[in-house]
């Protein structure tokens, strides 16, 4: 007859084959690692998007930073040209300054028929040089007076202007583009106060002809 310790069962040996009490535990255990790997996939998507964010966050500042130095540059392109035309017109305008006087002298040779020969020949070639650098000349009898353009050397009145007029141009003027190197210089007419200018009176003496044609009929 065998001795039964007492509170001490027996409880036989798992055989190493899978038996359905030993394979739980490792089915949990698989399960854990499972669910474990979404969770770290899940943190390196994250990481992954917040460094992408990172990259085109500066890709747009430096892309703001390269624009704004294109403009700087464009301007400063911009800037350049103006200042290289403006000091071209300067010189030029000085230069053409300087020849203002032989111009005159040459005017005043034409009227006086004193401009023939080789002195002709030189004078029409400074005058095409000089246009071709872009002077122009103006100023003519019986425009109106401007006093942006026209310089009042001489004063008087006249019964047939209707505004002050120039009547003689004792100068010419001069201009580079819209740059008036010179203003014409002229003497000018205002309409005789009180007085009707001549039009009129002659407007109003062909209205009393016709007035009194009419009453002899």
Known sequence: ???ETPGFEEKPDVPSGATPD???????DSSEEEAAAPAGDTDA??????????VRTALNERTADLQRLQAEYQNYRRRVERDRVAVKEIAVANLLSELLPVLDDVGRAREHGELVGGFKSVAESMETVVAKLGLQQFGKEGEPFDPTIHEALMHSYAPDVTETTCVAILQ?????GERTIRPARVAVA??????TPAAA??????????SGGSEEV
Do not use: C, F, H, N
């Not at 030993?22 to 949990?28: C, G, T």
């Open 45 to 54: 998507t994250v990481g992954l998007t917040a460094q992408l964010d990172q």
């Open 22 to 28: 030993d394979a739980e535990p490792k089915a949990a």
């Open 1 to 3: 007859m065998t001795e």
């Open 190 to 195: 205002e309409p005789q106060p009180g007085a």
């Open 172 to 176: 010419p003027g001069y201009r580079i």
């Open 201 to 210: 009176e002659e407007e109003k003496k062909a209205d009393d002809e016709e």
